[in-house]
T-cell receptor
């Protein structure tokens, strides 16, 4: 069975601080995909990144960066110089390669950036 | 804007009733997924359709059913509604292959009174 754990339920930081959201996953698949989605207060789910299990290169996109470590089954997300607009619930998700392409989501981390 | 549309945005109904949620995928996407987001269960996969055919089922109750039409829009039917069915229902769409990202619609918030 697949499982995603986001141990941090809520994080609150002051604007301009760096913050890291943790994600740990479990799967028996050798090929799988990992995702991060953002859910702002308006409620929609916004796709941020997809990473496949063969690509362990870290990725940076502006103030966002992702650290994928297969050895520890982790896919952590860091926001550098956080801004109030980053306040949202962030979800990590996992999908297998074979069969259903359903996403298995973690419970989410509510991030609040205070001015 | 993800390009996925869902209607209605909000739905308030009573226990025992039946409702239909509608989803139009992004142009060119053949696969549609339905998810339920509730406070106690989090985000859970319900069902997937690909080009009109059911492809995978998740934790979908027997009172719920879905279909995808030839124009690729999809409907999720919820019947004999219970208080516990109150949730945010998301539709997502993707192309098939290479585990393409799923792009989510704005959701339909269902309140059962």
């Amino acid at each position: 069975a697949q499982k995603v754990t986001q141990a941090q339920t809520e994080i609150s930081v002051v604007e301009k601080e760096d913050v890291t959201l943790d994600c740990v996953y479990e799967t028996r698949d050798t090929t799988y995909y990992l995702f991060w989605y953002k859910q702002p207060p308006s409620g929609e789910l916004v796709f941020l990144i997809r990473r496949n299990s063969f690509d362990e290169q870290n990725e940076i996109s502006g103030r966002y960066s992702w650290n994928f470590q297969k050895s520890t089954s982790s896919f952590n997300f860091t926001i550098t110089a956080s801004q109030v607009v980053d306040s949202a619930v962030y979800f990590c998700a996992l999908s297998g390669f074979q069969g259903a392409q359903k996403l298995v989501f973690g419970q989410g981390t509510r991030l609040t950036i205070n001015p | 804007d993800s390009g996925v549309t869902q209607t209605p945005k909000h739905l308030i109904t009573a226990t025992g009733q039946r409702v239909t949620l509608r989803c139009s995928p992004r142009s060119g996407d053949l696969s549609v997924y339905w998810y339920q987001q509730s406070l106690d269960q989090g985000l859970q996969f319900l069902i997937q359709y690909y080009n009109g055919e059911e492809r995978a089922k998740g934790n979908i109750l027997e009172r719920f059913s879905a279909q995808q039409f030839p124009d690729l829009h999809s409907e999720l039917n919820l019947s004999s509604l219970e208080l516990g069915d109150s949730a945010l229902y998301f539709c997502a769409s993707s192309v098939i292959g290479e585990l393409a990202p799923q792009y989510f619609g704005p959701g339909t918030r269902l309140t059962v009174l």
